[in-house]
């Protein structure tokens, strides 16, 4: 019922900022759960940071905690989440999700490749 297009990654230095943006159109953005997931190489899909559709008790993963920060903005139908002080172990690609609460994260956007150089 929602649709999410993301916008942003791409390479960053050890050390550098990034900021994902995603996109949404249909259903009810407001009342949906917002989520960043990313999968590495090999890897399984993790996820990094949610946001809940109140906008409160935002879910970070522990090995981001204190560098990324994830945000929305209901009136743009938009969720954010920014990377700071990036590491070579954070390059994945970054998908951002939504879901109603209570609910699996069933709507995806496309992914963007991350690539943190040493």
């Known amino acids: 019922q929602v649709q999410l297009v993301q916008s942003g990654g791409g390479l960053v230095q050890a050390g550098g900022s990034l900021r994902l943006s995603c996109a949404a159109s249909?259903?009810?953005?407001?009342?949906?759960?917002l989520g960043w997931f990313r999968q590495a190489p090999g890897k399984e899909r993790e996820l990094v940071a949610a946001?809940?559709?109140?906008?409160?008790?935002?879910y970070y993963t522990d090995s981001v905690k204190g560098r990324f920060t994830i945000s929305r903005d209901n009136a743009k139908n938009t969720v954010s989440l920014q990377m700071n002080s990036l590491k070579p172990e954070d390059t994945a690609v970054y998908y951002c999700?939504?879901?109603?609460?209570?609910?699996?994260?069933?709507?995806w956007g496309q992914g963007t490749q991350v690539t943190v150089s040493s």
């Open positions: 249909g259903g009810t953005f407001s009342r949906y759960d």
């Open positions: 999700a939504a879901r109603l609460p209570s609910l699996s994260y069933k709507y």
């Open positions: 946001i809940n559709w109140l906008g409160g008790n935002p």
